[in-house]
């Protein structure tokens, strides 16, 4: 597999240190992510999602250590993220493809400063990976952390954490983004307070993403350690 690779990137204490992504487009790629997520995540082991789906392989030194994705963001919304994005119900239609959700981040090994690094060059790259896929401007990325974990690593990134999720039974967790009005009455569950997840936010930029391609920066350059 022929890999192309990011202009810079970011190292940790040891120069020879190097991190990138890269944008899975290939089912070659898909597998090598599957099978990192079914032997490593350790709540939720499977690739199965809902909707829009962009997604990029972890390289740690050249070698595949992890993947990470987003897509489409989430309906219902939980009423947190309504407050701060300041909207109701009803506004949060229209804006419902400006946002996408962390829906997997996954690695086969602990690497010191690994996680935010790659937050940030998903964050950079997203905005114009979005536009270029479904032609909608990306403002905000989103994620849910849960199964007692405590989302250290998005708040090493300084993501913000908002609130909670409503909490359903495990059994009855399911997308309903695409549903319609009827679908919605059926499937309704009144929350429980159980398996409530924090939510995690973070504004993206399309200006500096756009920089940053410009620069040659975005998802297929070349890359090196400094």
Request: aromatic share 10%; with cysteine; hydrophobic share 35%.
């Amino acid at each position: 597999m022929i890999l192309n690779f990011h202009k810079t990137r970011y190292a940790s204490n040891m120069a020879s240190d190097i991190i990138d992504i890269q944008l899975i487009t290939s089912s070659e790629q898909r597998d090598i992510a599957r099978k990192i997520v079914e032997q490593h995540h350790s709540y939720v082991p499977t690739m199965d999602s809902v909707g829009r789906r962009i997604d990029w392989l972890i390289y740690h030194n050249y070698q595949v250590v992890g993947m990470i994705g987003i897509g489409s963001s989430v309906y219902p919304p939980p009423k947190d993220l309504l407050r701060y994005l300041g909207v109701t119900k009803d506004e949060y239609r229209p804006i419902f493809n400006s946002l996408a959700n962390n829906w997997r981040f996954c690695v086969s090994t602990h690497i010191k400063n690994l996680g935010t690094q790659v937050l940030k060059l998903v964050r950079n790259d997203a905005p114009i990976e979005w536009k270029k896929k479904y032609g909608d401007e990306l403002t905000h990325i989103l994620t849910f952390v849960g199964a007692d974990k405590n989302g250290a690593v998005y708040r090493a990134d300084n993501w913000e954490h908002i609130g909670h999720t409503a909490g359903l039974p495990e059994h009855k967790s399911s997308s309903m983004k695409w549903d319609s009005g009827e679908q919605l009455k059926e499937k309704f569950v009144k929350p429980t307070g159980e398996n409530k997840k924090m939510i995690f936010i973070k504004p993206v930029s399309i200006q500096k993403s756009k920089i940053r391609e410009q620069a040659g920066l975005g998802s297929g350059g070349q890359f090196f350690s400094y």
